[in-house]
């Protein structure tokens, strides 16, 4: 169970101690999850057992007639179990997540009015977050940006403007899949007209709820995700990989070939651009920090090549580079503050083998490609990895939309400093990492590994290959979340987890050891 406030701090448990007399507000009560995950049961029995109304917040059952494939109770049970915000409008209205706040509300204030509890109910996350955290003042859509937008998509795809959306307004990017094209023409949309990214606009909210005491329930189905065949498939999860060609850059505050790129990095600044074509002859070697508010940028046409990648520094954000050949790992990383978006890493060779690593805080690895990654000469070539031994121990770690190809070993294997290995620092920890939405093709006996890290979110990746299993977590890797994955047939399970490794572990049964 999870239990939260609208203003993100937790919910008061009760009132059972408050004084004599004092007035407290009666709790609003949420179930969501996706469909088929059974909350529709949940609410009814609750309902029966409880004095509560169900509100729905699905944007299907506000339509009067939309009655086929949309799972709305029927008649017999609305009248025997009151429902609010059903058939309250025709197909043809508009019905706006602004509509739903208004309306969710005033049915709020009416159920409490009569001395009962509010229980809403359903998976339209887009009016959940509306109602829990407010809306922001944005501008009215522009018919004209709009449609350049459109015009641009039609040229270049969809994935090519997220791309730009993840330059422009990255917190933005990593929550819009590129697999939605409304809310990527209405994050740039809102860009261009005001200068300033929609994520920014969007914290300036207030809770309708401001106040109230607020429960949430989340349920999951209990396979924890679909299994398809073990074929790639561009339809189930849009973007993961680097994206060619890439959006042009602009805003460039130097313009160099590959032979002057190392000299250019060597030289920046914060808030430097620096935009690159060619071919570059060596590993480039990034050492010069920027700042939180004034990162240095250094961003490849998408068809320059690099020897390799190495950053030693913070708040630096690297993409379109294509990363051949190079002596292994293809890229490492360390620092604060760094993101690596949109290159390639093909064929690192020596060491290891590894495709990318990564330590520090505060990074993200988004819309990489990295293939043919080997198991040579006693190497345990790994598409990513991270470790704390002589390096920082890792933390708020964001790996969303990458594509590993073709890897002999792991598609990520992250050790804390106490690892089970033995050769870690034992200094500090290791937490907060979150992989999603990548693609991943690896032939270990499991293709995410996690070893003494802390809350692991693992949701919605395809795991293809013929592993024993898809995750493990070992050596008090708690807090681990697991949900969404797709698997392919030849996975033998989704979860090993040893004893030590399950408090607060949420996600599928756990089908074996790590």
């Known amino acids: 169970m999870v239990s939260t406030a609208p203003d993100g701090g937790p919910a008061r448990a009760g009132a059972a101690c408050d004084a004599p007399g ?214 189930t999860l849009c973007g993961a990989g680097a994206i060619r060609p890439t959006p042009l850059t602009t805003a460039c505050t130097k313009q160099v070939d590959g ?71 293809g890229v490492e990383m360390t620092g604060n503050g760094i993101t690596l978006v949109n290159n390639t890493i093909a064929s690192p060779r020596g060491g290891d083998g590894d495709g990318i690593r990564f330590f520090g805080s505060n990074l993200r690895i988004l819309h990489n490609t990295v293939s043919d990654v080997r198991n040579l000469h006693g190497a345990h070539a790994d598409c990513m990895q991270t470790f704390s031994s002589d390096t920082p121990p890792s933390q708020h770690v964001l790996i969303d939309s990458n594509r590993c190809d073709k890897i002999d070993n792991q598609c990520l294997i992250a050790e804390g400093p106490n690892s089970s290995a033995g050769d870690g620092s034992g200094k500090g920890n290791s937490s907060d990492i979150t992989f999603t939405r990548n693609y991943c093709d690896s032939n270990a006996s499991q293709a995410v590994m996690i070893d003494d890290v802390q809350n692991v979110s693992v949701t919605h990746n395809q795991i293809t290959g013929g592993n024993e299993k898809a995750f493990a977590f070992d050596n008090k890797s708690t807090g681990a979340k697991v949900l969404g994955n797709i698997l392919g047939l030849h996975i033998g399970f989704e979860v090993g987890m040893d004893g030590s490794s399950k408090h607060g572990y949420l996600g599928p049964l756990i089908g074996g050891l790590p």
């Not at 010069?288 to 020897?307: E, M, Q």
Request: net charge positive.
């Open 22 to 235: 004092r007035a407290e507000k009666l709790p609003v009560f949420v179930l969501t999850g996706p469909t088929g995950a059974g909350k529709s049961g949940w609410a009814e029995r609750l309902a029966e057992a409880a004095p509560v109304e169900i509100v729905s917040v699905d944007s299907a059952l506000v339509y009067r007639g939309m009655d086929i494939g949309s799972a709305k109770p029927d008649r017999a049970l609305r009248r025997r179990l009151p429902h609010h915000l059903i058939d309250i409008c025709e197909p043809t209205d508009n019905y706006s997540a602004g509509r739903f706040v208004a309306d969710a509300t005033a049915a709020i204030e009416a159920i409490h009015a009569r001395g009962k509890v509010p229980l809403l109910v359903g998976g339209t996350m887009l009016y959940l977050r509306a109602l829990l955290h407010g809306l922001a003042q944005l501008p009215e859509a522009s018919p004209e940006v709009r449609r350049q937008i459109d015009e641009r998509a039609a040229r270049e795809g969809w994935s090519s403007l997220h791309a730009e959306l993840a330059r422009l307004d990255p917190l933005a990017a990593e929550r819009i899949s590129c697999a939605d094209p409304q809310r990527i023409q209405r994050a740039l949309e809102v860009c261009y007209m005001t200068g300033q990214p929609i994520s920014e606009l969007q914290r300036d909210t207030v809770s309708p709820l401001k106040g109230y005491p607020v429960r949430a329930w989340a349920l999951a189905p209990a396979n924890g995700g679909l299994a398809i065949p073990n074929v790639p498939n561009a339809t």
């Open 259 to 329: 032979a002057g790129l190392q000299a250019a990095v060597d030289a920046a600044k914060p808030g430097d651009r620096i935009c690159a074509t060619g071919t570059s002859p060596q590993r480039l070697k990034v050492t010069r920090s920027g700042t939180a508010a004034a990162p240095i940028l250094v961003l490849g046409d998408g068809r320059i090549t690099v020897k390799g990648l190495s950053i030693d520094a913070n708040n630096v954000t690297v993409g379109g580079l294509n990363l051949t050949g190079a002596a292994a790992p």
